[in-house]
C-alpha cells in the first residue's frame, strides 16, 4: 500500500484485519508500505499499531496498491488505504482470480520485501497472451506500444499527467508519451483524457500540473482534454 493512513473508513478496514489476526492468531498478514515520501510519517504510525498486533510491516518505496489473500485472490489498483480513497475518491480496481497471476504478484511482493530499494520491471503474459501483468518501470514500454498502436480510440483517466515543466516547456522524460499521442490523434484516433482538479486546498500542484499538461496538449491538437468536477478526487489510473 502507497497510503495506510489510520482514519474512518481505514479504520474499519484495519481494525478488520486485526480482529481476524486475534481470532486466527496462526494467520500470516504482512504490509508492505510506503516507508519515506509524504505518507510515510502515515503509514508508520499506522505500522506501530500493527505490529503490536503481531501483523509483519515492512517499509521501502512503493507507489503500489494491491491486496492478496491465500494465494488465490488480488485486488489490485488505484485504491489507497485511506478514507478519501476507499469512501469517496473516483478510483478503479480489478479483481483477480487467475492463480498463476496471484503467483506472480505474490512472487513480486516476496521480491519487495527482500530487496524494497530495487525496481523489479518486469512484463509476465498469461492466458494465453491476454493477460500481461507489467510490473515498476515495464509499464513505460507497454503504455507506448498500446498509444503507438492505436487504431480507433484511446480512453485515458489519470490522477497526475506531468507532461511539462512548470515553465510551460515539455518535459524531457514524457517527450516521447507526449510526441506519441500527438502522433495519434494525427491519425485520427479519437483521445479522450481525463484528469483531476480539486478547487481546495488539497494537491494545488497537481491541479496547476494537470492544467499546464491539457493545455499543452490542446495547443497540439488533442482537444479531449476532461476535468472532474472541483471537489471530487479522480485517483482512478488507466
Known sequence: ???????????????????????????RVRF???GSRS??????????????????????DTHA????????????????LTHTSISLNNETNILVTEESVVRALSDYFQKRL?????????????LDGRLTLVLDAAYRAELLDMIRTSEKSLD???????????????????????????????????????????????????TARNRRSAEYLQSRGIEGVYFDLLGQISHSKY
Do not use: C, W
Open 114 to 126: 527482500d530487496d524494497p530499494s530495487a525496481f523489479h520491471s518486469q512484463t509476465l503474459k498469461f
Open 39 to 60: 505518507t510515510g510519517a502515515a503509514n508508520r504510525e499506522t505500522g506501530d499499531r500493527l505490529k503490536k498486533a503481531g501483523i509483519e510491516v515492512a517499509y521501502g
Open 1 to 27: 500500500a502507497f497510503s495506510a493512513r489510520y482514519a474512518d473508513a481505514a479504520k474499519l478496514l484495519i481494525d478488520s484485519i486485526l480482529d481476524a489476526k486475534r481470532a486466527n492468531p496462526s494467520l
Open 156 to 206: 485515458v483517466s489519470i490522477y497526475y499527467l506531468q507532461l511539462v515543466n512548470d515553465d510551460g516547456t515539455l518535459r524531457e522524460d514524457m517527450g516521447d508519451i507526449a510526441e506519441a499521442l500527438v502522433e495519434a490523434r494525427g491519425r485520427n484516433v479519437d483521445i479522450r483524457i481525463y484528469l483531476e482538479q480539486n478547487g481546495e486546498d488539497f494537491a494545488p500542484h497537481i
Open 65 to 80: 496498491k494491491s491486496l492478496l489473500v491465500d494465494g488465490i485472490r488480488a485486488l489490485v489498483g488505484s485504491t489507497n
Open 32 to 34: 508492505f508500505m510506503e
